[in-house]
Each structure stands twice: as C-alpha cells, then as structure tokens.
C-alpha cells in the first residue's frame, strides 16, 4: 500500500517565477492538505482540500493556490517567488479532518 | 487562536537514559485532539499518537508513553530506554475537535530536537 507521494524531490527556482508541486494521497484518503516547513520550524499549514475545493486555508498570501483532483490528488502553485519561499514542502492525507493526517517525503524547494 | 509551545529546543541524552519531551496547548476549545509526530532526519513526519481531549488516560506504546493533562493543558511525550535512532525531532500538535470554518487547521510546534548518544 503506497504512502503519500509527493513530486518533485527538489527544485531550484529563481525570484519571480512560478512553481508546481505535485501529491498524491494514500490509498483511501480523500482530503489532502499543505505545509510549509522552514529550516528549524514546525511545518505551517498552508490550505485544506476535500472534495475539490478548498475548505480552510491559513495565513498565506493569494499566490499560493492549489487544486485537488477527483482522484484526489493535489497540487500546489506557487506564484512570483520569494526568497523566503524556500522551504520543505509538506503534503498530507487523511480519512476525514480529525484523524491522523499521513505525511509525504516533502519537495524541497530552493529560490534563488 | 490555536497555540502550541515546545519550551525544549534541543535535548540530549545517553543512549537508555529516559527524556521526557514537554507539550503546552492553548485553546478555546472544550473539544480538541492533541498529536504526536516524528521527523527523522530524512525529514517524513511519522505519526505517533492522537488524543482527543476526553479521554485524559495516559497512554503507553512499547517504550513510548504520554501524560496528558487538561489542568495544566500539558501533552508530555516521554521515552524509556532511549535509543540512538529514537534521534529526531517530535512535534506536538493541536487540531480543533469541531467541524466548520477555521476547525481544520493543525498548528504546529516548533518542534523539540533529541539526539541520542551512544
């Protein structure tokens, strides 16, 4: 039974430009959310998706968006890059909102 | 507003020795469920455990346990017999127990890093 997936490992990008990260949820989960997890702090939720739309996001500004799949798989967009954008990228997958949330490996991403 | 705090930046200890990892939550919340989770190096969260805050049992697993008091809104993690690859960073967690806006959203410590040494 594959766990949460997540593409790509690393990515490198420069101010400005745009990026896509890639997850697919474990077998049987349907509700994916985002994190976003700076060098030595604790992953910060970025938004919530269940049912293809987008049901809580927190404190992240409008060019971060996302899509999740009717296979339930998601992806995460990134607009107009930041340096401070750099981060591990975390997804997770859950059965409903309140039970355990199942991490991917994270895509590590650099800007330059 | 939801809170997490892990007073405990970085432990570590002798390899066997016990170390118990400190856990604050602040909430509004009368319903709530309270994580666990791991990060080893290669940087996956592993989950641990989930305690809504009803059943203030502690809880043991193996060499894990955790004591969870709502007096205190304390939510300790401590491991016996400490191992090298225990060695990682935990995370506690606080998730809001009741459907509808804003309930959705875990909140994060900022994490306690443990090194064991052999």
């Known amino acids: 039974d594959a766990g949460v997936t997540q593409s790509p490992t690393h990515l490198i990008k420069t101010r400005g430009q745009q990026v896509t990260l890639r997850c697919s949820p474990k077998?049987?989960?349907?509700?994916v959310s985002w994190y976003q997890q700076a060098l030595g702090q604790g992953p910060q939720f970025i938004f919530q998706?269940?049912?293809?739309?987008?049901?809580q996001r927190g404190n992240f500004p409008d060019r971060f968006s996302g899509h999740q799949f009717p296979n339930y798989s998601s992806e995460l967009n990134v607009n107009a890059l930041l340096l401070g954008d750099s981060a591990l990228y975390l997804c997770?997958?859950?059965?409903?909102?309140?039970?355990?949330?199942?991490f991917g490996p994270g895509t590590r991403l650099t800007v330059l | 507003a939801q809170k997490v705090t892990q007073a405990q930046t970085e432990i570590s200890v002798v390899e066997k020795e016990d170390v118990t990892l400190d856990c604050v939550y602040e909430?509004?919340?009368?319903?709530?469920?309270l994580f666990w989770y791991k990060q080893p190096p290669s940087g996956e969260l592993v989950f641990l455990i989930r305690?809504?805050?009803?059943?203030?049992q502690n809880e043991i697993s193996g060499r894990y346990s955790w004591n969870f008091q709502k007096s205190t809104s304390s939510f300790n993690f401590t491991i016996t017999a400490s191992q090298v690859v225990d060695s990682a960073v935990y995370f506690c967690a606080l998730l809001p127990g009741h459907s509808g806006a804003g309930s959705y959203q875990l909140t994060f410590g900022k994490g306690t890093k443990l090194s064991v040494i052999p």
């Open positions: 305690r809504n805050s009803f059943d203030e």
């Open positions: 909430t509004r919340d009368t319903t709530y469920y």
């Open positions: 077998s049987g989960h349907d509700t």
């Open positions: 998706y269940y049912e293809e739309e987008e049901r």
């Open positions: 997770a997958s859950s059965t409903d909102w309140v039970n355990e949330q199942f």
